[in-house]
């Protein structure tokens, strides 16, 4: 060890040498591999920024540096430029963060490669027949595709508003209790003489687009009726408690038909609606409605004890104010200390004025629980045979002689009476919409 630190003192490096291996800044000269390097660097930095490669702005150092970080920082994305036509490339999608589409296979790439080498390998791979096409060409073809989208477009947006005219017209028609084929033999040409007259052949073309055959109505009224049962069944679910009122009565032909009405809690008011028509046996005994009653209300997720029967007549339901509307020996300590509490509440008071008897009581159910429930469930069955009977003139108006085959009466029905309308809008979004021909 010793020698060799001699040695090494013997031969000192010169100054001249030692500034020729360092840099003038102290550093590291670089060696030709790291130059190459670089250069490739700095390459790519081009590349990033969408600059050709023969591109070299004059900027200097300090200004390459401050665009690169300033690009880097707040856009992040490559941008479109209008000379990737050239390369058979536009763009879709947000503007700020385009995304490269091939307008000869339709083909999307990342962002990462808008680029023009990534876009060029692109076509002179998958479309090399093409790859010597001028940029008119592929302007042609882009305008093509665009025309075809847009076409597309306004096609399909006919064909939803078709739809949609279909389904309100089966609408009209259940609920006038007309037959079917009224719509294809008044509805349809008495739009296309108004429209041709009032706007022109080429709207009525447009009318004729709307479906409205025979078959086409008696599926459009199927729907809408599905759709109404399930939105009722999910409210009494939700309501828990529900009355019942039914009403067997003969149609046309002389069948049996079991007409039912459901009444519930809907939000802030308890609603009536019409609940289901279900063809009896021959004999028409109270064994058999309960059993037909039974099954609907198995099939739809409900019971029997939610449902409720009350032939009480409260005063104090009526009017919880008045002087004679006492609490009876049906109401129970808190019951009565609750009504006590109501009666002093001016502001309660107020709303009594001003809302329905059925509103009010849920309106306070919150406040008062116990009293506001036994108020609801005395206000729950029918008060009157109103519906039932509309019901039956319904069936009648409906299941005429003419139509005295007709099966489909429980939808018909439901459509025409229900106070709670189809959701048409949803009904048109799960189906794919198709114009007449």
Request: glycine share 4%; charged share 30%; hydrophobic share 35%.
């Amino acid at each position: 060890m010793g020698t060799l630190r001699a040695s090494m003192t013997r031969f000192p490096v010169s100054r001249e040498t030692l500034e020729e291996f360092r840099g003038s800044d102290g550093e590291k000269a670089p060696e030709p591999k790291d130059a190459e390097r670089e250069s490739a660097t700095r390459k790519e930095l081009d590349s990033e920024q969408n600059l050709e490669p023969d591109e070299s702005p004059s900027t200097s150092g300090d200004q390459k540096k401050a665009k690169m970080v300033s690009s880097s920082k707040f856009s992040g994305t490559r941008q479109y430029s209008e000379s990737y036509i050239s390369f058979g490339f536009t763009f879709t999608g947000d503007a700020n963060k385009p995304t490269p589409l091939c307008v000869v296979c339709g083909e999307k790439l990342a962002n990462s490669a808008m680029v023009p080498s990534k876009l060029k390998r692109h076509l002179q791979t998958k479309h090399p027949s093409l790859q010597n096409k001028n940029a008119d060409y592929f302007v042609r073809l882009r305008q093509n595709t665009e025309k075809e989208a847009t076409f597309m477009r306004k096609t399909t947006k006919v064909n939803e508003r078709a739809l949609k005219a279909s389904y309100q017209v089966a609408e009209l028609i259940a609920k006038s209790k007309k037959s079917h084929t009224v719509a294809e033999t008044l509805i349809l040409p008495a739009c296309k003489a108004i429209v041709e007259e009032m706007l022109g052949p080429e709207a009525a073309k447009e009318i004729a687009k709307v479906p409205l055959s025979d078959n086409t109505i008696s599926r459009r009224i199927n729907d809408m009726s599905a759709d109404i049962e399930s939105v009722v069944l999910e409210k009494i679910r939700i309501s828990e408690k529900f009355a019942l009122q039914l009403d067997e009565s003969t149609d046309i032909s002389g069948h049996a038909q079991l007409l039912a009405n459901v009444r519930f809690v809907d939000g802030d008011a308890i609603r009536e609606n019409f609940f289901f028509c279900k063809a009896l046996p021959e004999k028409t005994t109270g064994e058999e409605i309960f059993r037909v009653t039974s099954e609907y209300l198995e099939q739809g997720g409900l019971k029997w004890e939610n449902c409720t029967i009350s032939t009480e007549c409260l005063d104090w339901v009526r009017d919880p104010y008045s002087s004679v509307s006492v609490g009876g020996k049906d109401m129970t300590l808190q019951e009565q200390e609750e009504l006590t509490e109501l009666r002093q509440n001016r502001g309660f008071k107020l709303r009594f004025a001003d809302l329905p008897l059925d509103s009010f009581w849920l309106d306070t159910a919150k406040e008062f629980p116990l009293l506001a429930n036994k108020a609801i469930l005395t206000l729950l069955p029918f008060s009157t045979t109103y519906l039932c009977e509309m019901s039956f003139s319904s069936m009648i108006a409906i299941k005429t002689k003419y139509r005295e085959r007709l099966r489909a009466v429980d939808e018909e029905l439901r459509v025409c009476l229900s106070s709670i309308p189809a959701r048409i809008s949803a009904l048109c979004s799960a189906k794919q919409a198709q114009v007449a021909h």
